[in-house]
């Protein structure tokens, strides 16, 4: 991996800290009620959910009460974060876990080397049953969107392309807002595909 520090200071600064973190639990509980509704909305029904790069969890609570009776894993590089909150230890390189419904991999890829990238692209495919729920930052958001003094710039910077045509070459289709579906999940009008 590109940084092998996922320690307190690197949770301190880029999740605890509300004058320097990137993302908020109040952003996540809003994203995870998009992406359960747009799956319902689909008709994509969602029993299982795998969150490769957890974190703090922040998924955890939301996603459940968005989806009832979905079972959320937790996997999560950070030893630190696994001893401190209990997730499984892996990768999204190289989890060999079990496939879920839905996958959920937030601010995790850029972290990784463009080989390692690659593997988790398949890492994703095998284990996303239904759909995918993929955030990475792109060299796009990197010169356009991000705000510098809040983002870390420990990362790999890669294409858009890298990830969308990675993914579809993979059998997904995007749907806007960083979900994908499996081609054979769900029906997407043109206008639906992002």
């Not at 605890?16 to 809003?30: A, I, L, N, Y």
């Not at 696994?82 to 060999?96: F, K, N, P, T």
């Not at 095998?126 to 729920?133: E, F, G, P």
């Not at 983002?151 to 059998?171: K, M, N, T």
Request: aromatic content about 10%.
């Amino acid at each position: 991996m590109a940084r092998t520090r996922f320690d307190a200071a690197y949770y301190a600064r880029f999740y605890r800290d509300p004058r320097r973190r990137v993302g908020s639990q109040k952003g996540t509980e809003r994203l995870a009620r998009f992406v359960a509704s747009y799956l319902a909305h689909l008709d994509v029904k969602v029993k299982s959910v795998l969150d490769l790069g957890c974190g703090l969890g922040w998924w955890r609570a939301p996603i459940e009460s968005a989806i009832p009776g979905a079972r959320w894993r937790g996997v999560e590089h950070s030893e630190h974060v696994c001893r401190e909150l209990g997730w499984e230890q892996g990768s999204v390189v190289d989890y060999a876990g079990r496939p879920a419904d839905l996958v959920i991999c937030q601010g995790v890829l850029q972290y990784l080397t463009d080989r390692e990238a690659t593997r988790a692209l398949g890492t994703l495919a095998r284990t996303a049953k239904k759909a995918l729920y993929l955030e990475a930052v792109t060299r796009e958001d990197w010169d356009e969107v991000l705000d510098r003094e809040r983002s870390d710039d420990e990362i790999e910077v890669r294409p858009l392309a890298f990830y969308r045509e990675g993914l579809i070459r993979r059998g997904f289709v995007p749907c806007g807002g960083g979900l994908f579906v499996k081609g054979e999940a769900a029906t997407l009008f043109a206008l639906e595909r992002g």
